[in-house]
């Protein structure tokens, strides 16, 4: 099988780690049957300043044309505001229908707690105030701003099933290799805030426990939080948790607030999931501060590369990579200055190839 | 001078801290020549079963005519939606217009971590997606349902000039007595998802610049973090932070956060300012599971007493109770479960009241 991956660095740290993430697919282990060929897109601040848009229709094209799925970098936002310009990845969730945001977080080396982290946040994609609806009006005390929150039932549904099958597929795998998680039973919680927004997160709430009682999905304990006290349990407890599901924004402050758990942002990998397509995204920014010194980390990259063989069918590739990037965390030996090492991107690079 | 304050115990445990927090005040030293008189009113889901209101119009009235301040103990919220019920807390914030929402958190005994931590955050308490319009339409593929997210100018100034204002007075407060803090200048970090909501939480972003830049805050170093880097920072370095001034949403779930860095909810107060009054008001919820068990932690109300005191002018009388409360927690033989301890509401108590 070959695989067609569209690779979009966009801005900054973007463009050494995609080429990283890249290199890692083109050495996976011939045995696996599995071919890629790539495709170079742009997207980004850059791109923005030099055509007009962040996000060329040419990029949304060829990745629904031509590709199986993509590797998105990062993008810088402008310091203040600059006009025309919007995020080119919330854009391109839209787009592609890319309707679940899959964030996983396990404990490992550099770590700020004793007990083992293995959590998953499930981010709805699409919608929420990430919709972008708002207006600004004049009124009598200054101006007044207002945006949309919007809440479907449709997206709800599915992002709750998605969560609900990714508990299951984390069940099996910890069932065939007992000893590496301290979870034993699937779990899904429902993240909202609808004691305030009865409505809009209300409607998140009833859909997703609808969702989440479907035969199916007997075996999973199904909870949920209000989403402040999330924030608090997730610092508190985090070993608790297995599956978190969130509407849009609470999913990005979420994920955020465990990637703080696992030691750096540059370990957290995320991948951006449709119905036939996946794009994987590191969780970090594009760094300007260290762009060009040649030491960001590339392991989020490279877990974004396999969360997206994941999703793409392709498990045992994805496995590969995990156990080459876990081998070389372990080990120690070569880690970027956010783990506290001295090594550069390609050098950890090199490291994860010779363990593949 | 004599104060009188609306006591609203609410639900839950609300209605054996909130007695405790009075205590507390008819037992300050009477050097400071301050007095109290006490209403006791009305709110929380118990009334609103009893009643049909969460919020009965007496309990405003009262507050509005009579009072000078008010507690505010703890509201269960329905596990299922309960038609007809609404938040009494938030209503009382908007009725009263209590538009800041400040808790402080600190380090002290049971904290998690090494380094101490000293923040603030200021929370705009009447808008955002807390003026709850929301509504729900039928379409063709299930229901959506939508809430205004509002944000305006005069609320995004306010909330930015007394945080300013915190800001200043904290410093007074850590130049009186050097060595208090680890903080050198005073510092407001500004949160918001602008790169996301251009025009709601731009407006928020650039007013409350706007608002800091006034020469009186001149000494003031203004910061700003996006909402989900701001969760990873306070995770990740929360020693760093003075003020974070936030919208509404955002402060509820940063102030969560927050409380998880020192240890329990249970220390955890705030106070809701508006012009001419305050409400004390514990971090805390109702906490069913341990209502009327006598072991609920007091210190979160006591410090919201204190709270609420200096909002109302009586800087000296706040001072003494969190003296005595410090006190309480630093010796560390009368602690309530929550903090690893085995005394009752009771015994915290009277160790305070003896430390008055
Ligand atoms: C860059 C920004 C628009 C984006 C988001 O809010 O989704 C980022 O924070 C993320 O989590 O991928
Ligand atoms: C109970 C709830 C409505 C409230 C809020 O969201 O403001 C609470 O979380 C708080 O922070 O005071």
């Not at 569209?6 to 996976?28: C, F, N, Q, W």
């Not at 998105?72 to 995020?87: E, I």
Request: hydrophobic share 40%; glycine share 8%; aromatic share 6%.
């Amino acid at each position: 099988r070959t695989l067609r991956i569209g690779l979009i660095p966009g801005d900054g740290i973007g463009r050494e780690v995609i080429p990283a993430g890249r290199k890692v697919l083109e050495s996976l282990p011939s045995s696996l049957n599995l071919k890629f060929s790539f495709v170079d897109l742009d997207a980004g601040f850059d791109t923005f300043q030099k055509t007009g848009t962040a996000l060329p229709d040419k990029t949304v094209d060829t990745l629904k044309k031509e590709c199986d799925g993509a590797l998105f970098g990062a993008v810088s936002s402008p310091s203040t505001k600059v006009a025309g310009y919007s995020s080119p990845i919330v854009a391109l969730r839209k787009k592609l229908d890319l309707f679940a945001n899959v964030r996983p977080v396990k404990t490992t080396v550099g770590s700020s707690r004793g007990n083992p982290i293995d959590l998953v946040t499930v981010r709805e994609n699409t919608e929420d105030l990430y919709v972008k609806e708002e207006r600004t009006i004049e009124g009598p005390d200054g101006k007044v701003a207002e945006a949309i929150k919007r809440i479907s039932e449709r997206a709800s549904s599915r992002i709750a099933t998605i969560a609900g099958e990714i508990a299951l597929s984390r069940q099996a795998i910890r069932a065939a290799a007992p000893g590496t998680s301290a979870h034993t039973k699937p779990m899904v919680t429902i993240t909202h805030k609808s004691n305030v927004l009865s409505q809009t997160d209300g409607l998140f709430r009833e859909t997703a426990r609808k969702a989440l009682s479907a035969e199916k999905f007997s075996s999973i304990h199904v909870e949920e939080q209000i989403v402040d006290s999330m924030v608090y349990k997730l610092f508190r407890q985090p070993e608790y948790y297995d599956v978190i599901v969130a509407p849009n924004l609470y999913g990005d402050i979420l994920s955020d607030g465990a990637a703080a758990l696992v030691g750096s942002l540059g370990l957290v990998p995320s991948a951006n999931v449709g119905d036939n397509f996946a794009i994987g995204e590191p969780c970090h920014g594009s760094a300007p501060d260290i762009e060009g010194l040649g030491i960001s980390n590339p392991i989020a990259t490279f877990r974004s590369v396999a969360l997206m063989l994941e999703f793409l069918g392709e498990a045992n590739a994805a496995a590969k990579i995990y156990t080459a990037v876990d081998g070389n965390l372990d080990d120690g030996k070569f880690l970027t200055p956010d783990m506290g090492g001295k090594a550069t991107t390609q050098q950890v690079l090199d490291d994860v190839l010779k363990r593949l």
